[in-house]
């Protein structure tokens, strides 16, 4: 196989991993997730807190979809965590959430 033609796989590939990450970001928006700093998230143990979230980049996180692997600056503990609509939240859980923030890298 020649050198483009492996350079044009590579790039196809990106731009359908892309694609596929844009449509799950749409899809979720409008299912009422919200993106970008600041937004909450619930460990598996029920700890809220804020992180960043950008669809389809991680750092410091193992993403599975809509759950990640991260630290919870709550429990002090790596765990899934997923991210919460705002419209299931109270605002006594909003106002929990706020306190606790974790470093603000994706």
């Known amino acids: 196989m020649s050198t483009v033609t492996q350079v044009l796989i ?3 590939a990106l731009v ?3 694609v596929v990450v844009l449509r799950v970001a749409r899809v979720s928006q409008q299912r009422g997730y919200r993106f970008g700093r600041d937004v909450i998230v619930r460990c598996r143990d029920g700890h809220l ?3 960043t979230w950008v669809p389809g980049m ?3 996180a193992v993403r599975l979809g809509l ?3 991260q630290h919870c ?3 002090d503990h790596f765990t899934a965590v997923r991210l919460m ?3 299931d939240l109270t605002p006594a859980e909003r106002l929990q959430a706020a ?3 974790d470093n603000g890298v994706p």
């Open 58 to 60: 991680s750092f410091k």
């Open 99 to 101: 306190r606790h923030r």
């Open 16 to 18: 359908i991993l892309g």
């Open 85 to 87: 609509r705002d419209g």
């Open 49 to 51: 807190f804020m992180t």
């Open 10 to 12: 590579y790039v196809l």
């Open 67 to 69: 759950l990640r692997y």
């Open 73 to 75: 600056p709550v429990g």
